[in-house]
Nanobody
């Protein structure tokens, strides 16, 4: 069955970096697009970044553009979110999800999430 498992979250100081991982099983990444979402307490979930593992096309939330990088390793069936120059506003639970198609934020499967806390 389709599963997505996030890892790599933690506590980091402002300006620091983290790399999140999304391990997929039950399907091949190269056939789908994967998105990263985040949700802070009391706030709506928002799309952060997405990638087409086949084409390599990517997109980013404006507030993270230039700071975050999304990439995939098809051999490991894993998508990564490299998060640099982190800000307190980036604090949230981060989720990965299998998107219906690249360029849209609708998804059919998603993981349990990993906590990212940015605090001085």
């Amino acid at each position: 069955q389709v599963q997505l498992v996030e890892s790599g979250g933690g506590l980091v100081q402002p300006g620091g970096s983290l790399r999140l991982s999304c391990k997929a099983s039950g399907f091949a990444l190269e056939n789908y697009s994967i998105g990263w979402f985040r949700q802070a307490p009391g706030k709506e979930r928002e799309g952060v970044s997405c990638i087409s593992s086949l084409s390599g096309n990517t997109d980013f939330l404006d507030s993270v553009r230039g700071r975050f990088t999304i990439s995939g390793d098809n051999a490991k069936n894993t998508v990564y979110l490299q998060m640099n120059s982190l800000k307190p506003e980036d604090t949230a639970v981060y989720y990965c999800a299998r998107l219906i198609s690249f360029g849209f934020w609708d998804y059919d499967y998603w993981g349990q999430g990993t906590q990212v806390t940015v605090s001085s």
